[in-house]
């Protein structure tokens, strides 16, 4: 079984948000297999899905960004997930927006909810699927530009790298992370 989770802020106040941008993939996943969300054993919702012969729980913290860890964790113990089989999925500020990066490990790079998992797990290796959100130009306030919305162009960008993010996560689940990674760590999307 495999465990990928998107991270993002729940309230309906965050939709469509940069910082959003995992729930949003998670969200593509379950429309593609169509699969609804339900209430899990801990500050989280999730889905199940099969990605071949493999069963997938797609989860979405309900902890706010920064304490994402502690539904991770919780997920992790019910469904006895080891953290090879662990795929997190987050915004990146320092990747530019149309892209994604895929890593089997490595530091959180200044993403909070990432850098939460990690403390809470006690490692840094587990894989981790980067969407780019970075702008084309200098931000003032970092949390300010994670925490606000889409401009049109950059919607039409990010309607085009979800359904790749899923993609990549699919395979992750069929092919492992190495894979995953030959084949859709990317430069900026047209």
Do not use: W
């Not at 990928?4 to 948000?17: D, F, K």
């Not at 702008?135 to 919305?149: A, E, I, K, M």
């Not at 919607?155 to 990674?181: C, K, N, W, Y």
């Amino acid at each position: 079984m495999k465990l990928i989770v998107g991270l993002g802020n729940p309230e309906t106040r965050h939709e469509n948000t940069r910082h959003n941008i995992g729930f949003e993939v998670i969200d593509e996943l379950a429309r593609l297999q169509h699969s609804g969300f339900s209430s899990g054993k801990g500050k989280f919702v999730y889905a199940k899905i099969m990605e071949g012969n493999e069963p997938v729980i797609l989860l979405k913290p309900m902890t706010y960004m920064n304490l994402s860890g502690h539904a991770v964790i919780a997920a992790m113990s019910f469904y006895k997930i080891h953290y090879r089989d662990l795929l997190v999925i987050c915004d990146d500020l320092n990747i530019p927006l149309g892209s994604i990066r895929l890593r089997a490990k490595g530091s959180a790079g200044g993403q909070n909810g990432l850098n939460h998992i990690i403390q809470c797990l006690g490692r840094n290796d587990f894989a981790r699927l980067r969407v780019g959100i970075g702008p084309d130009h200098p931000v003032g306030s970092y949390s300010s530009f994670v925490l606000g919305t889409f401009n049109a162009r950059e919607r039409e960008q990010t309607d085009r790298v979800i359904p790749l993010s899923a993609e990549a996560a699919l395979d992750f689940v069929s092919h492992g992370i190495e894979h995953a990674m030959n084949h859709f760590n990317t430069g900026k999307q047209k």
